[in-house]
């Protein structure tokens, strides 16, 4: 028969193993094993399961890669990136024209109405007309061809230093909203042998302007096709604009003003050529 001693010497045996299996800090008490980082493949695995799952889809992963990011600046045919329907803009006739007029009229008739307004009163009789001309007017850019807008303004030129036009006013229309956004493009680049006329400067900006755009996308475009006609060693664009999108509507903040930039060649690649440029527009 065992002594009282000899039985609290005796220990558990789950409490044994419990404390046999507990790391020991310098302090003499017990802490937790350390959690093991979460494996990179562990990790892919757990966001491509959870994106099979059409209610938690992000934009990012739904939405196709945009056309105008995959196509080329310049198509064979001399359009810049265009619209689905910029072709048979181009290639209409007059009786289509005026057809096409007459449908965006009648669209025009429906808003208003829809909006609460009698479209038979004095000052809205020839809205619809009025507006349909417009819109037509202020997309005309999905019609033009960059090569009637360049023509032969390119020339053989001995010289390699910067080009700066400055102060282009451009005036757009905002895609998500249809309404105006406007303000100032300059435009520069480092000529490689060959030179723009200048006015053909503010004619790409234009032509790119006169449609639904981004201002992002604007920059972009201005600034690729000007390397994509001339091959200089760098181009660069910088717009500042007002959006009426988000003045008018919105956050409605009236002061606010857009700044977007497009480097290319030595502009991205030396810093001291993006200095000057941007020293030379007073912007730093």
Same mark, same amino acid.
């Given at each position: ?19 046999? @299996? ?38 990012l992963q739904t939405r196709a890669a945009s056309p105008l990011i995959l196509n080329p600046p310049i198509d064979s045919d001399g359009l810049s990136w265009p619209s689905r329907g910029a072709r048979s803009r181009i290639d209409q006739t007059a009786d289509q024209s005026s057809q ?30 009025? *507006?349909?001309?417009?819109?037509? *007017? ?32 451009? *005036? ?106 941007? @020293? ?5």
């Open positions: 028969m065992s002594t009282p001693e000899q039985e609290s010497s005796k220990e558990l045996p789950h409490k044994k193993n419990d404390a046999a @299996t507990k790391p020991a800090t310098q302090n003499g008490t017990y802490a937790p094993k350390p959690i093991l980082p979460i494996k990179r493949a562990k990790l892919m695995s757990t966001a491509t399961s959870s994106a099979s799952s059409p209610s938690q889809h992000s934009p096409r007029e007459r449908r965006i009229a009648d669209a025009v008739q429906v808003i208003l109405e829809e909006l609460g307004e009698d479209t038979t009163r004095e000052g809205l009789v020839e809205t619809p007309e009025r *507006y349909a001309r417009a819109m037509l *007017y202020f997309t005309k850019g999905y019609e033009e061809n960059i090569r009637d807008v360049i023509k032969r303004a390119v020339f053989e030129e001995d010289h390699d230093e910067m080009v700066i036009v400055r102060d282009i006013e451009i *005036y757009s229309l905002c895609e998500h909203h249809l309404v105006p956004f406007f303000g100032k493009a300059h435009i520069a680049y480092i000529p490689n042998k060959r030179v723009l006329g200048l006015s053909k400067l503010a004619r790409l900006a234009e032509m790119y302007s006169r449609r639904f755009q981004v201002q992002e996308r604007l920059t972009k475009q201005i600034a690729m096709a000007l390397s994509e006609i001339l091959k200089p060693r760098g181009v660069a664009v910088v717009i500042e604009a007002t959006h009426m999108c988000m003045v008018s509507r919105g956050v409605q903040k009236t002061g606010s003003s857009t700044t977007t930039s497009c480097m290319l060649g030595c502009f991205r690649d030396q810093q001291k050529t993006r200095e000057e440029f941007l @020293t030379l527009l007073g912007r730093k």
